[in-house]
Antibody, heavy 120, light 110 residues
Framework: EVQLLESGGGLVQPGGSLRLSCAASGFTFSSSAMTWVRQAPGKGLEWVASIIDSGGSTYYANSVKGRFTISRDNSKNTLFLQMNSLRVEDTAIYYC?????????????WGQGTLVTVSS | QSVLTQPPSVSAAPGQTVTISCSGSSSNIGNNYVSWYQQLPGTAPKLLIYANNQRPSGIPDRFSGSKSGTSATLGITGLQTGDEADYYCGTWDSSLSAGVFGGGTKLTVL
């Protein structure tokens, strides 16, 4: 069974940093693109970033470009999202998901999400 | 304002059929795969349709997807109260080099 377990969320002040992790199991992690998607309270889904299987290429939403970094450790089956210069508007549930939104197989499955709250 | 446009809400009675539209452009829907996601209240999204019209194993054939030009449609037949959820379309935008989602459609089964 494919499982994705996010961790690292919490309360942080504006301008602060946070590193999210996503532990993957049940599939060949090193052969799968991975994606982060977020959802602000009461709002819709927002694609944040994606990374290819090797980690050699990364893609970011304009809203996070230059502040967030997606990376992976294929030896530890773990996906990361380093978030710097956090803003109030980054407050959201952050989901880790297998695949890529533009790939034929879509994004599936999704983790349960981790809540990031940016507030003073 | 989302790159992909969905109706904010749709409703229908149990047993009826509903369609949810997703409108985009040649840089996204027109030249990339579309997928659809169901988000039940308080849960993570789940893949319903991939590659425009394919259902993952375990998804009932009451759910269908189609794409024509720069628009995509999700169809749900034999509506059940358990289908009440938010539905999102998603694809890649080649001009933005970014993933994009529709704003979401809230389905109410009356």
């Amino acid at each position: 069974e494919v499982q994705l377990l996010e961790s690292g969320g919490g309360l942080v002040q504006p301008g602060g940093s946070l590193r999210l992790s996503c532990a993957a199991s049940g599939f060949t992690f090193s052969s799968s693109a991975m994606t982060w998607v977020r959802q602000a309270p009461g709002k819709g889904l927002e694609w944040v970033a994606s990374i290819i299987d090797s980690g050699g290429s990364t893609y970011y939403a304009n809203s996070v470009k230059g502040r967030f970094t997606i990376s992976r450790d294929n030896s530890k089956n773990t996906l990361f999202l380093q978030m710097n210069s956090l803003r109030v508007e980054d407050t959201a549930i952050y989901y880790c998901a297998k695949g890529g939104i533009g790939l034929a197989q879509g994004v599936d499955p999704w983790g349960q999400g981790t809540l990031v709250t940016v507030s003073s | 304002q989302s790159v992909l446009t969905q109706p904010p809400s749709v409703s229908a009675a149990p047993g009826q059929t509903v369609t949810i539209s997703c409108s985009g452009s040649s840089s996204n829907i027109g030249n990339n795969y579309v997928s659809w996601y169901q988000q039940l209240p308080g849960t993570a999204p789940k893949l319903l349709i991939y590659a425009n019209n394919q259902r993952p194993s375990g998804i009932p054939d009451r759910f269908s997807g189609s794409k024509s030009g720069t628009s995509a449609t999700l169809g749900i037949t034999g509506l059940q109260t358990g289908d009440e959820a938010d539905y999102y379309c998603g694809t890649w935008d080649s001009s933005l080099s970014a993933g994009v989602f529709g704003g979401g459609t809230k389905l109410t089964v009356l």
